[in-house]
């Protein structure tokens, strides 16, 4: 696929490995924020978007879930990354010179181990790529990034030490966005991501929860969150198995809509093969 793909943060970051592994022929247009990288897929800039929705070491992506229904654009497909945490340094340093390792501060605890091995001072960075990037310029034998490999490649940085994060399963979800919805059956095994609210009546969402049951639909994520600064306006995300022309996932649908006052499919994209 060409075209180019929007991301939030600068080259190297998870996301342009993201990008990088599942559109390698499409260009990566950084962004300094996710809704810059939105903004680039609506006005024309970017043709589809890469964003990041939940992570199995920190849970979701707030952002994400109150961007994305507002944003007009399509879940087209999902994408697993394994995140792999580098120690990279200037060429010509060895471990035993660093003495500080940069990255951003979510990053920095996943490498405690490593770290207090080594007896590295770790120091936080607005991004794990600009944190590559710095110590490129810095030119300093002692200073470090906990960054991807890509970020090494970029920035000319050497890997001293390769897959350094303490949770050997640590993995980021992200789904790719396009602003036209793509409804082909591209696999047998399909995923579809809708919001919805729950009209104000008793047991509202424990009913709405029954079609799917009733039908054998499978609910592999149901996610709530406050909308509009309101403790009660609440908005549910979730992902169901399944296509809407399914017939199982028809009747499920028809039923959820009996039970809420807002309902907007987000996307319908082909499962990642890590789900089977």
Not at 10 to 22: K, L, R, V
Not at 175 to 180: P, V
Not at 209 to 231: C, H, P, Q, R, W
Request: charged residues 20%.
């Amino acid at each position: 696929m060409t075209g180019r793909i929007a991301f939030q943060g600068e080259p190297g970051a998870y996301s342009h490995q993201a990008i990088h592994d599942a559109r390698p022929g499409m260009e990566a247009l950084p962004c300094a924020s996710f809704e810059d990288a939105i903004a680039a897929v609506q006005t024309g800039a970017a043709d589809q978007a890469m964003l990041p929705v939940e992570n199995t070491t920190y849970g979701r992506v707030a952002d994400i879930h109150r961007l994305l229904p507002a944003s007009d654009l399509h879940i087209v497909d999902e994408v697993f990354v394994r995140v792999h945490i580098n120690l990279l340094a200037v060429p010509g340093a060895e471990i035993s010179d660093i003495a500080e390792a940069h990255s951003h501060l979510v990053l920095l605890p996943q490498c405690a181990r490593f770290l207090r091995e080594h007896d590295i001072k770790g120091q936080v960075s607005p991004d794990n790529a600009r944190a590559a990037r710095d110590v490129a310029a810095w030119g300093d034998r002692t200073k470090a990034a906990l960054a991807s490999e890509l970020a090494a490649e970029i920035y000319g940085l050497n890997v001293l030490a390769r897959h350094i994060e303490d949770n050997d399963t640590n993995t980021t979800r992200f789904l790719i966005m396009d602003r036209k919805p793509d409804m082909t059956r591209r696999a047998g095994h399909m995923m579809t991501t809708f919001v919805f609210r729950v009209r104000n009546i008793p047991a509202a969402l424990y009913k709405a929860m029954g079609g799917f049951a009733t039908n054998g639909v499978n609910m592999t994520k149901l996610e709530s969150y406050m909308v509009d600064g309101s403790f009660t306006a609440t908005q549910f995300y979730a992902d169901i198995e399944g296509h809407p022309e399914d017939e199982n996932v028809k009747l499920a649908l028809e039923e959820l809509r009996y039970f809420t006052s807002f309902l907007k499919i987000l996307g319908t994209y082909p499962a990642a093969s890590v789900r089977d």
